[in-house]
């Protein structure tokens, strides 16, 4: 019954930014690590950021840490992916997930709740 809502994507310039949100409806949200990951036309989905169930700690692909800030609002059962000196190759299909465990993680095995995703376009 875990449902997860993405928005905030669009299109922007390049070295502009967005701040994509996640709305969730489990019941444990406050228990369980959150995760951001994304799919670029012809790639593979891949890991952007996660963090831990109480938001102390946080875990980053090299190419997106320090532009890109991963947060989130137990109280609002939100989490949040702060983008910010975007670049072309940031575009893609942006997907938040609930993970299994309260540490963040990289690997999408251990994720059981996925979005139904948000367009992120940066042009050039």
């Known amino acids: 019954q875990v449902q997860l809502v993405e928005s905030g994507g669009g299109l922007v310039q390049a070295g502009g930014s967005l701040r994509l949100s996640c709305a969730a409806s489990a019941r444990t949200f406050s228990s369980r690590g959150m995760g951001w990951f994304r799919q670029a036309p012809g790639k593979a989905r891949e890991f952007v950021a996660a963090?831990?169930?109480?938001?102390?700690?946080?875990d980053y692909t090299d190419s997106v840490k320090a532009r890109f800030t991963i947060s989130r609002d137990n109280a609002k059962k939100m989490v949040y992916l702060q983008m910010n000196s975007l670049k072309p190759e940031d575009t893609a299909v942006y997907y938040c997930?609930?993970?299994?465990?309260?540490?963040?993680?990289?690997?999408?095995?251990?994720?059981?709740?996925w979005g139904q995703g948000t367009q992120v376009t940066v042009s050039s």
């Open positions: 963090l831990s169930s109480n938001g102390g700690i946080t």
């Open positions: 997930a609930v993970s299994k465990l309260v540490v963040p993680v990289r690997i999408e095995r251990h994720y059981d709740a």
